[in-house]
């Protein structure tokens, strides 16, 4: 007898959709499993042979054939044990198969007949739901993250024998509730208040977060800019429920979720010595990469100009598009990749404070060199990070120390009046201003024409660095609720632009 | 280029001193390694006659450099090096400056390419040498290039050796003060080295000059770093070292200088900066503290009676007192946190202040680092 099964795989961070085909006949005991199938789907035999049995189900002693189709396409992972258990059970008449002709199955099976859980479980319930399935059989444990996605019954299924009871109509789970914490309890990542002084880099990030621009913290080892860029996320606005969706799917993919909706923006501080691969994605079987796994949220990238050229160049594409495409033979793969940079550097190669320095500016040359190049182009924003007196991190002094609460309170209005003033133009925020939105956007009048041209004349403020000036002075106006971008603005957005050096230094 | 070139001609120099020059060349190699290190110093070896240098420099294979002699034919180089707009003028001659006969051992001849006037004029107008380190601090970049550019400005023609860092920067100050900048090599004058400096070299030789006492065509070798000092020494009334760590070719220079009785100067460094050794060293010898042009044509020409033409500054606005007093806290700290502290100002006002000092030219920034008042 024939049975067909759907299920569905990750790939990349969507899922496809897999027929299993089974079927069962008279001849000598064989289990034969087809469909271009990786090592973990060919050892699949081995567990549902052991599930079936230990679930006091009967594993068929028949010429037993199992194709995964397409055949044409790479098969990965143990997400398919669970539908060709199945396949089994219905070709050997164990299930009635009419019962599975509007679900589909996805889950790995261990050898007692439990079903454990897997990644990408919110992939397959998108896929399954796209497909037009009613509902997905998922291991109990997905259940909660399948169930974030309305249109499609997603049911958790303990074990092999209660799925069993359940294609026979003599148990019914609970139709899976969506695990989404209470707003209230939302936890925003550690607070800005924490940190003592920074006031430049305060604002600055402040800024970043509310025009959506990338930044560069220019700072001596040890002030603190791992800690000022860790609470980027905290002040930025909290994510839409696409935007939790889309950041749940990617971690649910690449195995790193919670199995509850997303409800921070992710922080990912990959180390200088990555490779492109792991920074952009990729793979045999593509995995994403960290610019992948920090969507909707922060990609942290100290020390910048210790990164290989080949890693940083990699990020050229992503930063641009906000995606990353990666080709696998015939087959092209896409990444979200929509994130905030937040780069670190030093003053200088030789990181001692100014007056101690021994760089020469040879080196210095050459290390604003290293430091250039796409992703520089990318950054709108430099501050500085200081190296915090002593004193003042004993005694605390002065200064009022803003939470990150207040702020995000102005980065959230601020952004609505971008997201009013942008509405139907594809952007959202002033950081995705082209030049052509920048111009319309940010009107100059007489007078920040002139202060433009003034600051043209002496310091080759090249097109490109004007359009940065513009979208950051139209970000401080929005922050300040002004409608209209003043000097004042423009001075402010002038002196965050990274200056040219200084062609003397040769 | 070579519109703005005067007749060049190889006949200003004799048979005699060509030969000598190509002897030199030819022996460059055996010379560099009968040479001590560090600091090898060539003064003897080249004031010694023909055959006494020969001997010192080729030893037992004297032969073969008294073959290369008979074998050199005077004519086809001469014609080389016209072809080559270039210019030979040996010690004889009139067009050779005569500030060189000072030296125990002036070079035999002097290659050369580029405008010959800038050459003549050394006998008239005092010029001044420009040296230092190759790894230069941004300090000593800065002030090389200030003092280069003044010097331009005031019509002191620069003398230095094309080498990269200080030497590079006073020669690029000179010229884009306007002035005459006046090349020494110590490879041929058509060998550009370092290379990097391709573009420097065209512009020294296009508005100045580039001389050598080694042909054509010689590349440089240690011993020729030292000889080249002597000459940049000689051809300069004072000279001016700029950075130097120690040992150091610019503490050379300057000695080259004290013992033809010229005027050494230097500018002072930081105490604990291992840049400014050398030059700090000079001082408490009793060189003359340089710290702006004007330091330099006082002594030169005497106090007052030449100055440094002013830079063409835009004329600025008087500035409000908020203003004044972040440009004066951004001169103290250079950090946007220290100014805001400071001043009791946030963080964006700071930076609104700062970004409009800078746009209406009253600072500068520095690489990574903070804002500086802009040099007036």
């Given at each position: 007898m024939l049975a067909s099964v759907a299920t569905f795989a990750l790939e990349g961070v969507r899922s496809h959709e897999v027929t299993v085909e089974v079927d069962v006949r008279q001849g000598v005991s064989i289990f034969t499993l087809v469909g271009l199938p990786d090592r973990a789907v060919r050892e699949s035999r081995e567990r549902v042979r052991a599930a079936l049995m230990n679930s006091g189900l009967h594993f068929p002693l028949q010429r037993l054939t199992v194709n995964l189709a397409p055949a044409h396409v790479r098969k990965a992972g143990p997400s398919f044990d669970l539908a060709i258990a199945v396949g089994v059970l219905a070709a050997s008449g164990q299930?009635?198969?009419?019962?599975?002709?509007d679900s589909a199955l996805c889950g790995e099976l261990s050898l007692s007949g439990d079903l454990r859980p897997i990644r990408g479980a919110l992939a397959a319930v998108l896929g399954a739901r796209n497909a037009g399935y009613r509902r997905l059989l998922v291991p109990e444990r997905n259940a909660a993250e399948g169930a974030l996605v309305d249109g499609v019954e997603v049911y958790g299924i303990p074990t092999l024998a209660r799925l069993a009871d359940l294609l026979h109509g003599r148990w019914m789970p609970d139709s899976a509730r969506p695990a989404v914490p209470d707003r209230r309890e939302l936890d925003h990542g550690p607070d800005l208040a924490d940190v003592r002084g920074q006031r430049d880099a305060k604002r600055a990030l402040e800024i970043a977060a509310a025009g959506g621009h990338n930044v560069l913290m220019i700072g001596p080892p040890g002030a603190g800019k791992t800690m000022l860029a860790r609470r980027l996320p905290g002040i930025l606005p909290p994510p839409t429920f696409e935007e939790a969706l889309e950041i749940t799917q990617v971690h649910s993919a690449a195995g790193v979720g919670s199995g509850r909706l997303a409800t921070e923006r992710p922080f990912r501080a990959p180390h200088h010595t990555i490779s492109a691969q792991g920074l952009v994605g990729g793979g045999a079987t593509p995995r994403p990469g960290e610019i992948t796994l920090a969507h909707r949220g922060v990609l942290f990238l100290d020390e910048l100009p210790e990164f290989s050229r080949a890693a940083v160049d990699a990020l050229r594409q992503p930063l641009e598009e906000g995606r990353v495409e990666i080709m696998r033979g015939q087959r092209t793969l896409e990444f979200p990749a929509n994130a905030t940079v937040v780069a670190a550097c030093n003053?200088?190669?030789?990181?001692?404070?100014p007056d101690r320095c021994t760089c020469t500016s040879l080196e210095l040359g050459r290390y604003m060199r290293r430091l250039s190049g796409p992703l520089l182009d990318r950054i709108d924003l430099v501050c500085q990070v200081e190296a915090v007196p002593t004193v003042q991190l004993v005694d605390g002094e002065d200064e009022q120390r803003t939470a990150s609460a207040e702020v995000r309170a102005r980065v959230i209005a601020a952004r609505e009046r971008q997201r009013a003033r942008l509405a139907g133009t594809g952007a959202f925020c002033n950081g995705d201003m082209d030049a052509r939105l920048t111009r319309h956007h940010v009107p100059l009048d007489a007078i920040l024409a002139a202060r433009l041209l003034a600051v043209r004349g002496s310091a080759n403020l090249s097109g490109r660095a004007h359009d940065r000036v513009l979208r950051i002075a139209r970000t401080i106006a929005d922050l300040a609720a002004r409608d209209q971008v003043t000097v004042r603005d423009l001075d402010e957005a002038l002196s965050y632009r990274l200056h040219g050096w200084e062609v003397i230094a040769a | 280029m070579t519109g703005s070139l005067e007749p060049t001609t190889a006949s200003g120099a004799c048979d005699r001193c060509l030969r000598r020059a190509f002897l030199v060349a030819h022996l460059a190699p055996r010379i560099a390694g009968l040479l001590e290190r560090p600091a090898p110093r060539v003064t003897g070896l080249l004031a010694l006659p023909d055959e006494a240098f020969v001997a010192a420099a080729a030893g037992e294979r004297s032969d073969e450099a008294w073959t290369f002699l008979e074998g050199l034919d005077l004519e086809s180089e001469r014609g080389g090096l016209e072809r080559a707009s270039m210019f030979a003028v040996c010690r004889?001659?009139?067009?050779?400056?005569?500030?060189?006969?000072?030296?125990?051992?002036?070079?035999?001849v002097l290659f050369g390419r580029g405008r010959m006037r800038a050459l003549r004029a050394l006998s008239d107008e005092p010029a001044v040498a420009m040296v230092g380190t190759r790894r230069a601090s941004p300090y000593g970049t800065e002030v090389a290039y200030a003092l280069g550019r003044g010097l331009g400005a005031a019509g002191v023609p620069v003398v230095s050796g094309?080498?990269?860092?200080i030497d590079g920067t006073a020669h690029r100050g000179c010229l884009d003060g306007g002035g005459t900048p006046v090349g020494v090599l110590a490879c041929g004058p058509d060998v550009v080295y370092p290379r990097r400096h391709r573009r420097l070299y065209e512009r020294v030789q296009a508005e100045g000059i580039v001389v050598s006492e080694l042909p054509p065509g010689t590349p440089p070798f240690r011993w020729s770093f030292p000889a080249r000092n002597r000459i940049m020494a000689a051809l300069a009334r004072m000279t001016v070292v700029v950075e130097a760590a120690e040992p150091s070719g610019s503490l050379i220079t300057a000695d080259f200088a004290r013992d033809l009785g010229r005027a050494v100067a230097a500018v002072p460094g930081r105490v604990t900066s291992s840049f400014a050794r050398g030059t700090n060293g000079l001082l408490k010898d009793g060189a003359v503290p340089v710290t702006r042009t004007e330091d330099v044509l006082d002594e030169l020409f005497g106090v007052g009676v030449r100055s440094a033409p002013p830079l063409d500054e835009e004329t600025v606005e008087p500035l409000d007192p908020h203003d004044s007093a972040v440009l004066e806290a951004a001169e103290r700290f250079g950090s946007v946190d220290a100014i805001a502290r400071e001043l009791r100002l946030s963080a964006a006002d700071a930076r609104a202040a700062l970004g409009r000092l800078e746009a209406e030219g009253y600072l500068v920034r520095r690489d990574l680092g903070g804002w500086e008042r802009a040099a007036s």
């Open positions: 299930v009635p198969r009419d019962e599975l002709e003053r200088c190669p030789c990181a001692r404070p | 004889h001659a009139d067009g050779y400056p005569a500030l060189l006969h000072e030296l125990a051992d002036p070079p035999a094309l080498a990269l860092g």
